[in-house]
């Protein structure tokens, strides 16, 4: 039996159709678009094309809006960065507890070695924003607000677009790191107040080492590499052109897809939790069931530790992730489910299988099937399950106390 891909949060799967597309920029099409001679000229309308399809995808009103990056990682920090050397005078930037780690790393580094005061948002159990505090930290002083789309953990979505009309109303920039929401749900930028975007190309089915950054046009803006004029001078270097390319076609494809994953693939998603929590108990869905993208599920399995089920699943030939940090040997939960303040007993135990448009019902119907016994093979083990009542041992909290602290 085929091995089953539920970690498309994590990365995709190249769609063909883009593999076709790259290949003759490796081979026949090999010209530097920069070039004055036919080679590169063919080049130069391949990208212009690419560009176009991505402005599509997000609607942006211009496609000089769109600049090719080389991830969604260098996308989030040239727009952090930009904003902070754009308004040099602002020493303060708002974000969330919740962002991927592409924005958070970079915020506590510009808090602890460049001295900027950083506003970090709380969530509720949920994974909600709470727009109180939003608007309580807006001010003249904050340089650029960094707010995630939707979380790649829970698939939480925030509301960035009345966030990003409270900031320009308080005359700061947005930005949004939309490197999950891309391509899963309708984004539409010209209808939002939306100054920065960040895109990966690897999260919708195009290759790694390429992303995007959605600049508004008439945004004050400084590069992070500078060099020659590609892409007008706002990001040197020679462009992944093969990349770029397979983008454009990706962007087209999750578009005409987006019904299908809104419907069938959300459906497969819904099937799959509910599979799961009627049988097994102690289980419960984090993250705002209400508000969320199509294709993530976060499970977390009470008394048991994620990376232990991880393990098992992926003998049954499952591949799914653990949500957590999981840095070697790092016993803390993940950041989102701590911030969600997910009881200990529960965040240690987090799974989360991510959807695409290649999941079938045969693959949910056999994770559905493997996980019940999974799950109570390790309880059995767990020095916080009672094999005899089948439940939590009388005092969790007393049990796990010493070695959470
Ligand atoms: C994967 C991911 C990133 C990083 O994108 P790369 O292209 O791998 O650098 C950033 N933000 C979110 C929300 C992601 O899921």
């Not at 984090?286 to 530790?305: K, V």
Request: hydrophobic share 40%; with cysteine; net charge neutral.
């Amino acid at each position: 039996m085929a091995d089953i891909y539920l970690d498309n949060n994590a990365t995709t799967r190249v769609d063909e159709a883009v593999v076709a597309a790259m290949l003759p920029f490796f081979t026949e099409q090999y010209g530097n678009p920069s070039s004055m001679h036919g080679f590169g000229d063919k080049v130069g309308r391949a990208l212009r094309q690419a560009r176009v399809q991505v402005q599509t995808l997000l609607g942006a009103a211009h496609d000089s809006e769109i600049v090719f990056t080389s991830c969604g990682t260098e996308s989030n920090s040239t727009a952090i960065l930009s904003a902070l050397q754009a308004y040099p005078e602002r020493r303060e930037i708002i974000t969330t507890t919740v962002e991927h780690p592409a924005v958070l790393t970079l915020c506590q580094h510009l808090e602890q070695s460049e001295g900027y005061t950083v506003h970090y948002l709380k969530v509720d159990k949920q994974g909600r924003l709470d727009l109180d505090a939003y608007r309580a930290a807006l001010s003249p002083r904050v340089a650029v607000v960094s707010v995630m789309w939707a979380n790649n953990e829970t698939g939480t979505l925030f509301p960035v677009r009345e966030m990003a009309e409270l900031a320009r109303s308080a005359g700061v920039l947005f930005h949004t790191d939309a490197v999950q929401a891309a391509g899963k749900i309708p984004l539409d930028l010209k209808s939002t107040a939306i100054d920065m975007l960040s895109l990966s190309g690897h999260k919708l089915h195009a290759a790694k080492g390429v992303g995007v950054l959605y600049l508004r046009r008439g945004v004050r803006y400084r590069p992070l590499l500078r060099g020659g004029h590609q892409e007008r001078g706002r990001r040197a270097g020679t462009e992944n052109t093969a990349g770029i390319v397979g983008l454009g076609v990706a962007a087209e494809l999750v578009q005409q897809h987006m019904e299908y994953a809104n419907t069938v693939v959300c459906r497969l998603r819904d099937r799959l939790e509910q599979g799961i929590i009627a049988q097994v108990p102690n289980c419960f869905v984090t993250g705002d069931p209400h508000n969320r993208l199509p294709n993530t599920a976060n499970i977390a399995f009470e008394y048991i530790e994620g990376e232990a089920i991880l393990l098992l699943l992926n003998k049954a030939g499952i591949a799914a992730s653990s949500g957590s940090a999981c840095t070697s040997g790092s016993l803390e939960p993940s950041h989102v489910m701590r911030a969600m303040d997910i009881p200990y007993t529960a965040a240690h135990g987090t799974v989360r299988f991510s959807f695409s448009r290649y999941n079938t019902a045969d693959e949910v119907a056999r994770v559905v099937e493997a996980v019940p016994p999974i799950v109570a093979q390790l309880r059995k083990l767990s020095p916080y399950w009672d094999g005899n009542s089948n439940g939590p041992v009388r005092d969790p909290q007393q049990a796990f106390a010493p070695s959470y602290a």
